[in-house]
T-cell receptor, first 114, second 115 residues
Framework: AQTVTQSQPEMSVQEAETVTLSCTYDTSESDYYLFWYKQPPSRQMILVIR??????QNATENRFSVNFQKAAKSFSLKISDSQLGDAAMYFC???????????FGGGTRLMVKP | NAGVTQTPKFQVLKTGQSMTLQCAQDMNHNSMYWYRQDPGMGLRLIYY???????DKGEVPNGYNVSRLNKREFSLRLESAAPSQTSVYFC??????????????FGDGTRLSIL
């Protein structure tokens, strides 16, 4: 069984500033995958960034990067140079090794102030 | 390139009515999934189909049935709708042998209200 916890229901950031969204997880899998999804008001689920648990190097995708702390079971998302279009719900998710069980956290609503 | 297509996008039902939500994907993925998303919460897995001809329960299967009609299509049926099933329903697909490079791709969701 897997659990994913996002402890920040809402976060706010000034445009062009940096914000970090927190996520902790628990899993009994020896190998697994971690993801951050963005859900704008349109309801689409958009993949932001992914991380393989066996890779020590933190993933980066343009302005998005993660801080993966495997021992602490922590997977935070850092958004640099925040833009108005980054405003959305962000969900952290953990997948088992087979990729057929994806468990989501409760989400963090990110507001970006102009 | 349509990806994952869900129909309908919105539906209102009365308690006790039945309804089938349709999902089709054109990415030749083996695995398909149904999730529900309640207000202020993350997605929870209802059922999934690892491959054509197989289905398995997820976290919240009670009150639902599924059919993997073929490799492209995976439907979700509510036999007797209840107000507790008011939610947004998402279908997703993936190639499970490569969950890192091909994570789950989601449809746009169906907003279902049960009065």
């Amino acid at each position: 069984a897997q659990t994913v916890t996002q402890s920040q229901p809402e976060m706010s950031v000034q445009e062009a500033e940096t914000v970090t969204l927190s996520c902790t997880y628990d899993t009994s899998e020896s190998d697994y995958y971690l993801f951050w999804y963005k859900q704008p008001p349109s309801r689409q689920m958009i993949l932001v960034i992914r991380q393989e648990a066996y890779k020590q190097q933190n993933a980066t995708e343009n302005r998005f990067s993660v801080n993966f702390q495997k021992a602490a079971k922590s997977f935070s998302l850092k958004i640099s140079d925040s833009q108005l279009g980054d405003a959305a719900m962000y969900f952290c998710a953990c997948s088992n090794n087979a990729g057929n069980m994806l468990t989501f956290g409760g989400g963090t609503r990110l507001m970006v102030k102009p | 390139n349509a990806g994952v297509t869900q129909t309908p996008k919105f539906q209102v039902l009365k308690t006790g009515q039945s309804m089938t939500l349709q999902c089709a994907q054109d990415m030749n993925h083996n695995s398909m999934y149904w999730y529900r998303q309640d207000p202020g919460m993350g997605l929870r897995l209802i059922y999934y189909s690892a491959s054509e001809g197989t289905t398995d329960k997820g976290e919240v299967p009670n009150g639902y049935n599924v059919s993997r009609l073929n490799k492209r299509e995976f439907s979700l049926r509510l036999e007797s709708a209840a107000p507790s099933q008011t939610s947004v329903y998402f279908c997703a697909s993936s190639e499970p042998l490569d969950p890192y490079n091909q994570p789950q791709h989601f449809g746009d969701g169906t907003r279902l209200s049960i009065l």
